[in-house]
């Protein structure tokens, strides 16, 4: 395994070498008309911000299959890859979590481990040495979605992730039928709302 960046030594990230699912076109297929357009929606954001820092985005869609997860996952890869930035992709849709499948990873420990008490921050975290990138899964899923992402302890886990990574990606579920995204939303700097 590779050691994590300098930028974030000073804490223990566990270093993977994953097998990322072909529909992560950017890192399998860089060169392709799909990632080109990741590319592209990631200089719209930058554009986006005219001027206003931007560092927390959470993702999003009014239904669920309308594409937000891979969007979120490709997103932060060329965010990683392109701007050499320390980016950490969050995966907080409690409902359906596929960013841990995406990336080949083990879905636990991850963010309802940390928010329930069952494990520390830095042991959920999964960097990922060869796309430069960094990845929070969601864990083992909780019984009661809306309340744990309500918790002031992911207001304190988002502050000091805030410290610690130049870009957070928050997957999301969808904003409709549940409260989860209306919850975390204020947390965040911004939305992105991935329509079919």
Excluded: C, W
């Excluded at 008309?33 to 005219?50: C, F, M, S, V």
């Excluded at 930035?85 to 979590?97: C, E, G, K, W, Y």
């Excluded at 928050?170 to 039928?177: G, H, K, L, T």
């Amino acid at each position: 395994t590779s050691p994590a960046p300098a930028a974030i030594d000073a804490h223990s990230i566990a270093t993977i070498t994953p097998t990322l699912d072909a529909s992560l076109v950017t890192a399998t297929a860089p060169q392709s008309l799909a990632a080109e357009h990741y590319r592209l929606l990631r200089t719209r954001l930058k554009r986006a911000e005219n001027g206003r820092s931007v560092r927390s985005i959470v993702v999003t869609s009014p239904a669920k299959g309308d594409g937000k997860s891979l969007t979120a996952a490709n997103l932060a890869l060329v965010m990683a890859q392109e701007l050499h930035q320390r980016v950490l992709l969050i995966d907080a849709d409690f409902r359906r979590p596929s960013i841990a499948r995406l990336f080949g990873l083990a879905a636990s420990p991850g963010l309802a481990d940390v928010l329930l008490g069952a494990a520390e921050l830095d042991d959920a975290l999964k960097h990922l040495p060869e796309q430069r990138l960094t990845v929070l899964p969601a864990g083992t899923v909780p019984t009661h979605p809306g309340e744990l992402l309500g918790s002031t302890l992911l207001r304190r886990v988002l502050d000091s992730l805030r410290g610690r990574f130049d870009r957070i990606l928050i997957d999301m579920p969808p904003v409709a039928p549940v409260a989860d995204v209306h919850v975390v939303a204020p947390m965040a700097d911004g939305v992105l709302m991935i329509v079919r």
